[in-house]
């Protein structure tokens, strides 16, 4: 959000331009100059330890931290207003998308619960490549097709996927959410685990997987690919699901209430160690004992700017 500053001296304009001696204009004082200072948005969940949502939290109960320094919380929400730009992102690769019908169906109740006239959903597939079925839309008739338009492939570019609807989320203000539906496994291996995260966090996206997998029992669990949807969710301030809890039904609705019952924190950046390129972030609640609660928030965010598209 930028802040302004106005110069109304003769000598404060000379010495920002290191101009001294140098004809003036009639109107210099009322000149204006404007810096950004980027206001770093941080979307918190909150849960006691048996799972359940923590409402009624106030400001003064959060403390946050960037790179270890204590910063002040120029913003917050309880319930954000801001708009929902969501990528359902499914896999279709035949060891996930088995139960066509029913997978379909339930990502068609999802959109039609969670979308508000503000918010935009995408829907992506991904098998041995990575397509976009639906464009940014809250058209729910639109987004049933795209939902319909599902099909299948061989292979898993999973990390793929997640680099692509990162940047497409990228364009568009307010929440960004990528809500995968995988076993975890990739076996394309065009991008990286690292790469995918870094574009997820570079472009504020919180991932939200829900695992579909084998019975814990199964020799055929990938319990790799299982760890890495766990630990994406982790960094990037979303959360990790199921889909064996409930069904796929049951997922969504908890995707939604989280999504429905997010903390926004907003901080401009003070005392900042200059020539970091990646700054970390924490947030507390300090009156709690230290495992009362659950926080789930994005772990840092990147200083520059995100690299260039790729292409699909």
């Excluded at 990286?192 to 996206?205: K, M, P, S």
Aim: aromatic share 10%; hydrophobic share 40%.
């Amino acid at each position: 959000m930028p802040a302004k500053w106005v110069l109304r001296s003769l000598a404060a304009i000379c010495l920002f331009f290191g101009t001294q001696g140098a004809p003036v204009p009639a109107n210099a004082q009322d000149v204006t100059f404007k810096m950004d200072v980027k206001l770093v948005n941080v979307f918190v969940n909150v849960t006691d330890q048996n799972g359940a949502i923590v409402g009624g939290l106030t400001r003064e109960d959060f403390a946050i931290f960037e790179d270890g320094r204590p910063q002040k919380i120029a913003l917050f929400d309880r319930q954000s207003e801001l708009p929902l730009n969501v990528v359902l992102a499914v896999d279709t690769s035949g060891s996930v998308f088995k139960d066509r019908a029913l997978e379909r169906d339930a990502a068609k109740r999802f959109a039609k619960a969670l979308l508000r006239p503000q918010d935009r959903m995408g829907v992506y597939e991904f098998a041995t490549y990575v397509t976009q079925r639906t464009p940014f839309t809250n058209d729910l008739k639109q987004i049933d097709r795209g939902i319909d338009d599902l099909r299948g492939g061989d292979a898993t570019a999973l990390y793929d996927a997640i680099y692509l609807a990162s940047q497409g989320l990228g364009k568009w203000q307010g929440r960004r959410v990528l809500v995968l539906i995988s076993d975890g496994s990739d076996t394309v291996e065009n991008t990286t685990y690292a790469q995918a995260l870094e574009q997820a966090l570079r472009n504020e996206v919180m991932i939200y997987s829900i695992i579909d997998v084998p019975i814990e029992a199964s020799a055929g669990r990938d319990t790799g690919g299982e760890h890495a949807l766990i630990a994406l969710s982790e960094q990037t301030g979303g959360k990790s699901i199921y889909a064996d809890q409930g069904g796929l039904d049951a997922a969504f609705a908890k995707v939604s209430e989280d999504l429905r019952t997010q903390y926004l924190l907003g901080y401009y950046p003070q005392n900042q160690e200059p020539g970091v390129d990646f700054h970390r972030i924490q947030v507390t609640i300090p009156r709690a004992a230290a495992k009362a609660f659950n926080l789930s928030y994005r772990t840092g965010y990147y200083a520059a700017a995100p690299a260039g598209e790729r292409k699909r």
